[in-house]
């Protein structure tokens, strides 16, 4: 008994021992993880709603403006009092014209107040969350565009099915419902805020120096055994189901994507086509598609996203589909040397190109009439 007793004790002693250690080590070191929480409580809590759905939304910290909680999501281009709507959906291609003024008074200018442009471009939106976007911009804002313009970037495919593959719910009826992201995950990935919500929510929940560290040092404890288990999953059970998605997986389906690959990415476009068909309010949709680099320059790339779309959309007569692969081969001075139009990714347009870009999109559509 006297010997049951001692181990006990010493391994309480230990325990209070590793507490007060982290605890002590967590007081005075847990600001270096509270850097780019959230400011305040409608922000946080707008994303926690939305990310449960959408993945993600966009973030503060990559604006040099303070963003409304709805800014997270869309932001509306300007102040007409039209009841005709134009949406504007897509990824970073979409959501830079926020922050490039040129690009975006130009694009004002050509439609006159005669719409308004609703700006619900997101980093990394590939069709599955542009789908589920468009539903809650419906339900929950009253959005209904006559025009939707919607821009499907080459990485869509990579994203489809190395970032959101497995997070995509489907309800009874096979309907797409949500894209949610993952709790503590062992692939983090650039857009996973789960980490930056909790410390946000204690950090402006909690007053106290003392209370946030015991709720710090709780979230790193939790946190730990999570990811045990899911190491634990993928290294032993072999049924983790989520991948690690950088650079180097994501242009992968572009070096070589195989049949599944390329069937799986068409029925997501044709999931997110027959969603916005359905519509009776939307009378037309513009889809634009634009090479990258390395699709101009070299045979590196085997597969253009661009030809993927257009078999998918010949199927559906609201559906415009412009294509820049096309567009540069018919007309190679649409960009004096398409070398040199880019940034350092070779994924986006540079400035000076993008406002190119954003004109013949404009001249082909005829400004959305």
């Given amino acids: 008994m006297k010997k049951l007793f001692f181990y006990i004790l010493s391994l309480f002693l230990a325990l209070l021992f590793f507490y007060l250690f982290f605890f002590i080590y967590f007081f005075f070191t847990f600001e270096k993880d509270f850097k780019y929480n959230f400011k305040d409580i409608e922000s946080l809590n707008f994303y926690k709603k939305y990310s449960k759905l959408i993945n993600h939304l966009r973030f503060q910290p990559d604006y040099k403006y303070n963003l409304s909680p709805e800014e997270q999501l869309f932001t509306k281009l300007n102040n007409s009092n039209q009841s005709k709507k134009i949406l504007?959906?897509?990824?970073?291609?979409?959501?830079?014209?926020l922050k490039r003024e040129k690009a975006k008074n130009y694009f004002l200018d050509s439609i006159k107040g005669e719409a308004q442009i609703i700006n619900a471009g997101i980093?990394?939106?590939?069709?599955?969350?542009?789908?589920?976007?468009?539903?809650?911009?419906?339900?929950?804002?009253?959005?209904?565009?006559?025009?939707?313009l919607v821009y499907i970037d080459q990485t869509d495919i990579g994203d489809e099915i190395c970032r959101y593959k497995s997070l995509r719910e489907i309800d009874k009826n096979g309907n797409l419902i949500k894209v949610s992201y993952e709790d503590f995950p062992i692939y983090k990935g650039p857009f996973n805020l789960h980490e930056i919500m909790i410390l946000s929510e204690i950090d402006i929940k909690t007053a106290s120096r003392l209370a946030k560290t015991h709720k710090y040092f709780n979230y790193k404890f939790t946190k730990t055994l999570n990811?045990?288990?899911?190491?634990?999953?993928?290294?032993?059970?072999?049924?983790y189901p989520h991948k690690k998605c950088g650079w180097t997986q994501i242009e992968s389906y572009l070096l070589s994507a195989n049949i599944e690959d390329i069937q799986y990415f068409k029925n997501v476009l044709k999931e997110f086509f027959l969603k916005l068909d359905s519509k009776s309010y939307l009378k037309k949709i513009i889809v634009l598609?634009?090479?990258?680099?390395?699709?101009?320059t070299s045979t590196k790339y085997k597969t253009d996203v661009s030809d993927l779309v257009k078999t998918v959309a010949k199927d559906f007569t609201k559906i415009q589909h412009v294509n820049f692969t096309e567009i540069i081969k018919k007309t190679p001075d649409l960009y004096e040397n398409v070398n040199n139009i880019w940034l350092y990714d070779q994924i986006h347009l540079?400035?000076?190109?993008?406002?190119?870009?954003?004109?013949?999109v404009l001249k082909i559509t005829e400004n959305f009439k």
């Fill in 227 to 239: 990811r045990i288990n899911k190491i634990y999953q993928k290294e032993i059970k072999k049924n």
């Fill in 88 to 97: 504007l959906q897509g990824d970073s291609w979409i959501e830079v014209i």
């Fill in 289 to 296: 598609t634009h090479p990258h680099k390395l699709h101009l």
């Fill in 123 to 148: 980093s990394s939106y590939s069709p599955s969350l542009m789908n589920v976007q468009f539903d809650i911009l419906e339900k929950d804002f009253n959005i209904k565009p006559e025009i939707l």
């Fill in 350 to 360: 540079d400035r000076p190109n993008y406002l190119i870009f954003i004109k013949e």
